[in-house]
């Protein structure tokens, strides 16, 4: 059967050869790698990038109670080397409840000290006694009785900066936005209770980098290796 004069030829649909659809597939296959490759890269300058953030605004915070106070925030000395220089430890220090303060509750046999914020709560006084075995203290700088608590030097955090570094009494030091590696031998904890727990370090009784100052800093892990981020690196 012949088709009408006026019809309208349709031509047929093109398809793809079978050697264009693997060229498209080969394509296809290497972009995929490079974003396979390039991912852990990403993911490392991410983390950089928000620990020097969060660098940036800690030092933001300790010139601000500087400027305050007269003097730096103080450390957790731990003793004193043979030439009489101060040891630090400078993962575990006060310095969290310096830059946010605590309130001091007095009592007729022993006062505490409580963070801002947490009056109400009795699970996270902290006593002279506590505060010496920690951090080798027997009180704050930025502290105020609670009649008087507006007139505290005060920084917020997130819950996601700041942890307990011991529960039985609550000591909670600031952590960097990077947690430690799980169960890597090659780098051990910084506090082998907790594992995962990475806190910012902190020195300003004998700071090595930054004389008269302090040095505060970060250790990351990043593919592999350790990253220091610290306000004396660029």
Request: aromatic share 10%; proline share 10%; no cysteine.
């Amino acid at each position: 059967m012949k088709p009408p004069k006026n019809a309208v030829m349709k031509p047929a649909a093109a398809a793809f050869t079978l050697i264009e659809l693997l060229v498209v597939i080969s394509i296809i296959a290497v972009l995929a790698g490079l974003l396979v490759g390039l991912a852990p890269q990403a993911t490392a300058r991410i983390r950089e990038s928000r620990t020097r953030t969060e660098l940036q605004k800690l030092i933001t915070g300790i010139e601000a109670y500087k400027a305050r106070f007269g003097v730096f925030p103080p450390d957790n000395v731990t003793g004193a080397a043979s030439d009489g220089m101060p040891i630090v430890n400078s993962v575990i220090h006060p310095l969290f409840y310096e830059l946010t303060g605590v309130v001091v509750v007095r009592e007729a046999r022993e006062g505490y000290f409580v963070p801002v914020g947490d009056q109400d709560a009795s699970d996270v006084r902290l006593y002279p006694t506590q505060l010496e075995n920690f951090f080798r203290r027997d009180g704050f700088v930025n502290a105020q009785p609670t009649n008087a608590v507006r007139r505290l030097f005060r920084m917020d955090f997130k819950e996601s900066q700041h942890a307990e570094v011991s529960r039985n009494p609550d000591i909670e030091v600031l952590v960097a936005p990077v947690p430690w590696p799980f169960n890597n031998s090659q780098f051990p904890p910084p506090v082998p209770s907790q594992p995962r727990l990475n806190p910012w370090r902190y020195n300003s009784s004998n700071p090595i980098h930054n004389p008269g100052s302090y040095d505060l800093w970060a250790e990351i892990i990043v593919r592999g290796r350790k990253e220091i981020i610290g306000n004396w690196k660029n």
